[in-house]
């Protein structure tokens, strides 16, 4: 844990001063042990959500244990998660500190837009990059979190984007632990003789990590002979390396390819599949659109490369709200609104 440590502040934090979301269970409180005893300087975020019972005690227990670990400070945010209809707009699930409001998918996803899960990781999130004060965030993603991740990527099928897992670095926050089992941040917490909380979420089949964690992953080791989630977190890392020299490249053809809003279709038609859907993209999202399927992607490539006459194509809302279209006009790719 240590040396995993060590290693990132090397290479991210060479200043030693940091941030640690600290929720009290295993992988946060292994983590926060680990980062003071590396870094120079750690601060402690605890998240406390309001949707557990009892949920401001188990806050105030991982603060008081900050300060036993050696964080110079230790504070509790705590967060107002969003109901249905708020317009909050949804992530995929991090499994990360706090990670529980304590609601099934069944039940959460009337009440909170996306479900429970997603309501509350919005919230988290928000809270912990107004209160870190410029400092990096280390979060206490695992190696097995990173497998669990790779698993739900593939399932979605949105190519290797999809599966490429958790990065140790997307400012501002940090993944130290992704290459440590999390089986030894549970042997860390037992060496110091401390007892981390068991968020009750992290054991309710109605939750599709859970099940991936506790029948898909143990399963998959039983079958393929062991070492599955290793190499799950291995073919990750491959993906972003091999998907950074890709959006290094579709970046070069990004800037080229612009005519005013539009891309000229001329250089889009002759580029690599894999580096024109990054443009197409990229370009997409800079303009507003949410939510990007590959079915979307693919829809206005067909425009560059399978142009029929067929009219625009819907790419989904944009935060205004408005319906954004992509089409093709004079040698341009083009998006407007309705």
Request: include cysteine; charged fraction near 25%; proline fraction near 4%.
């Amino acid at each position: 844990m240590r040396h995993a440590v060590r290693e990132w502040l090397g290479r991210y934090a060479p200043d030693g001063v940091v941030a640690v979301a600290l929720s009290g269970g295993a992988d946060s409180v292994a983590l926060t042990a680990a980062a003071c005893a590396e870094a120079d300087v750690v601060d402690a975020l605890t998240v406390d959500h309001g949707l557990q019972p009892g949920s401001a005690e188990v806050a105030a227990a991982a603060v008081a244990l900050a300060s036993k670990l050696g964080c110079r400070s230790a504070q509790v945010l705590t967060v107002t998660v969003e109901r249905a209809g708020t317009g909050l707009g949804i992530a995929d699930r991090d499994p990360d500190i706090g990670r529980s409001p304590g609601l099934g998918d069944r039940a959460g996803k009337a009440r909170y837009p996306g479900g429970p899960e997603a309501a509350a990781r919005r919230a988290r999130y928000a809270a912990l990059d107004e209160a870190r004060q410029g400092l990096p965030v280390l979060l206490g993603h695992t190696l097995d979190d990173q497998a669990e991740t790779v698993l739900l990527g593939l399932a979605r099928g949105s190519g290797a984007r999809s599966i490429r897992g958790m990065p140790e670095f997307d400012a501002p926050w940090g993944r130290p632990l992704l290459g440590v089992r999390r089986s030894v941040a549970r042997e860390l917490c037992a060496d110091l003789g401390i007892t981390p909380w068991e968020d009750p979420h992290n054991s309710a089949p109605e939750f599709t990590r859970v099940r991936l964690r506790h029948e898909v992953l143990p399963l998959l080791e039983d079958v393929l002979g062991g070492g599955v989630a290793a190499a799950l977190a291995r073919t990750a890392a491959h993906l972003r390396e091999d998907g950074e020299v890709l959006d290094a490249l579709a970046g070069e053809l990004l800037a080229a390819a612009r005519d005013g809003d539009g891309l000229r279709i001329e250089m889009l038609a002759t580029a690599a599949p894999a580096v024109r859907r990054r443009v197409i993209r990229e370009w997409l999202l800079e303009r507003g659109a949410k939510s990007l399927t590959d079915s979307n992607l693919r829809a206005v490539e067909a425009l560059v490369t399978r142009w029929r006459g067929q009219g625009g194509v819907a790419v989904g809302g944009s935060a205004s709200g408005t319906r954004l279209v992509a089409a093709r006009e004079h040698g341009r790719l083009i998006l407007g609104s309705e």
